[in-house]
């Protein structure tokens, strides 16, 4: 007989956690657009960010999925910590979403939603469809697990030793607490071991009181999700993850002197435990968001005190003012001076690449990721403004010199790029043990040297339409194509006599040649300030 328990608990469980996981992974595929556009558009209104953590939880039946999607934000800089915060406290009300689910125990037709599931996936050629398919099977999925966890348990709800062994949870609060935040930890998931108390309190393994500690329990360690999930990241996903255990816990410790008031009121609004278990779990989280939103702003400062320091932050456009739209001339001056900038964005670039280079570096590696995230932004912007600026009265040189900008505009958009890729190159040299020898350094030390001073100048032409200095750039440009085909030469020379090997030097020539096409790009630049070329 404990064999037949131990397989359908096993069973089960392991059927509802993969229901669970399809239900949520294909919901989070399906509205992730949907997703990214709620998450962007927060501010720092507590309120709206609340809902918004509400109605995505809601959507994707995981907080936990939640919150790793939302440390991804953070780390990428698209909300802020107290945005984050009130959005983690909304994803605990939209989480007791999947308990209400539960509670309805669709388990009789279960099997239909199964059916509809699988035809749904194998008939439908899209996607999209396919992942429709994927949710309705794992909706079905939830139902059939918890029913045979539920007829596992049941003979156990007779046994009085292990009757009272889980109502002991009532007895003792802490324990109860304690042993929902271990599984919960474990588990990785506060809907599955949701799923698992409604499952023995449907058969009389747990009563309310239990019932009601383990849940708190589970809000606790729910949040274990979003430490894993900020180990690497940057140092608000780390607050994040703090902020959320700290909400949660202080969440508990309110709750727990008011649990006569939950054993009081909540039979009151329905008489199936399975229900109580579920309304318990949202009276508690709405509650506690209640009132701790409030206090949003004192933890991110005590946050603050704890988790000393700032992260490398997005770099902004400052020259570009729509005021200065009406006078053109000025407007253009205000666009020339944000190309420098996203040129000295460049030229640090540039310095964190050369690095990487000789010794790669991880965190230069996700600064330079941000750096090409500005370049990007910055270009987008300045394409839209000078948009706006044909939209005036222009002269006929203004007129020729805006296209002009445009090309130059996306030329140090690709200089960020190949910035980016050669710190890739050293990230793939790093991953496999891939060396250089120690000409094939001095070789790529010369190159970044020329690079570098053919960025001042490029900068020095841009800001001042300094003729000479554009004409400077030239030369070095053909110093650069000159060396670059000497440097290959003198590697494959290297290969034949054994200093160098082969997939180090693959690494090499690609460094080589995104080195070559960064000059041709800043080159091309200075040609657009001497009027020659394709400007």
């Known amino acids: 007989m404990d064999y037949k328990i131990i397989l359908g608990v096993v069973g089960g469980l392991g059927l509802f956690i993969y229901g669970m996981y399809l239900l949520s992974e294909s919901l989070r595929k399906l509205s992730l657009t949907l997703l990214k556009t709620m998450l962007e558009k927060m501010t720092s209104n507590k309120i709206r960010a609340t809902l918004v953590g509400i109605i995505v939880t809601a959507i994707i039946q995981s907080s936990s999925a ?72 794992g909706f079905g999925f939830l139902f059939v697990g918890l029913a045979m966890m539920s007829a596992a348990v049941k003979p156990l709800a007779d046994n009085e030793v292990t009757r009272n062994f889980f109502l002991n949870f009532g007895k003792e609060p802490f324990l109860g607490v ?46 274990v999700t979003a430490i894993l999930a900020s180990i690497g990241g940057n140092l608000a996903s780390k607050k994040l993850a703090l902020g ?15 649990t006569s008031l939950y054993l009081t009121y909540i039979p009151m609004i329905s008489a199936d435990v399975a229900r109580q278990i579920a309304n318990a779990h949202t009276a508690f989280n709405v509650v506690s968001t209640m009132i701790l939103l409030p206090f949003v702003r004192f933890v991110v400062a005590f946050l603050d005190k704890v988790i000393p320091g700032q992260d490398y932050e997005k770099k902004e456009a400052k020259h570009l003012d729509k005021n200065l739209l009406v006078t053109p001339n000025l407007a253009i001056k205000a666009v020339v001076k944000e190309m420098v900038v996203m040129l000295s964005i460049c030229k640090e670039m540039l310095g964190k690449a050369r690095i990487c280079t000789i010794s790669y570096n991880h965190k230069i590696k996700n600064e330079i990721s941000l750096d090409e995230e500005s370049v990007d932004e910055m270009q987008k912007n300045i394409t839209s403004y000078l948009v706006e600026v044909t939209q005036t009265e222009l002269s006929d040189k203004q007129r020729r010199l805006v296209p002009a900008l445009l090309h130059s505009v996306n030329d140090i958009e690709k200089v960020a790029d190949y910035c980016e890729h050669i710190v890739i190159l050293s990230q793939r040299a790093f991953e496999h043990d891939l060396t250089y020898s120690s000409h094939a350094v001095q070789e790529l030390e010369k190159l ?70 960064l000059n041709d790009h800043l080159c091309n630049i200075t040609k657009g300030v001497l009027h020659i070329g394709k400007r």
């Open 178 to 223: 304690l042993t929902g935040f271990l599984v919960t930890a474990i588990l990785q998931s506060s809907s599955t071991v949701t799923g698992m108390i409604i499952a023995c309190a449907t058969v009389g393994l747990l009563d309310l009181p239990s019932s009601i500690y383990l849940i708190f329990g589970t809000n606790i360690g729910t949040g």
């Open 244 to 258: 959320n255990i700290l909400f949660t816990v202080t969440a508990t410790a309110i709750a727990l002197p008011c």
């Open 66 to 137: 939640a919150s790793v999607i939302l440390i991804g934000f953070l780390n990428a800089g698209f909300i802020t910590l107290a945005g984050a915060l009130a959005i983690m406290l909304g994803a605990h009300v939209g989480t007791t979403i999947t308990a209400q689910l539960i509670a309805f125990k669709l388990s009789t037709v279960a099997p239909i939603f199964v059916f509809i599931g699988v035809m749904v996936f194998f008939l439908s050629r899209k996607d999209k469809n396919k992942n429709k398919g994927l949710a309705i099977l």
């Open 448 to 517: 970044f040297d020329k690079t570098e001073t053919l960025m001042r100048h490029t900068q020095k032409a841009i800001l001042n339409d300094d003729h000479k200095a554009a004409g400077i750039t030239l030369n070095i440009e053909q110093e650069i194509d000159e060396l670059t085909a000497q440097y290959k030469m003198n590697h494959v020379k290297r290969l034949a006599e054994g200093i160098c090997f082969s997939d180090a030097g693959l690494v090499y020539t690609d460094v080589l040649t995104d080195i070559e096409r």
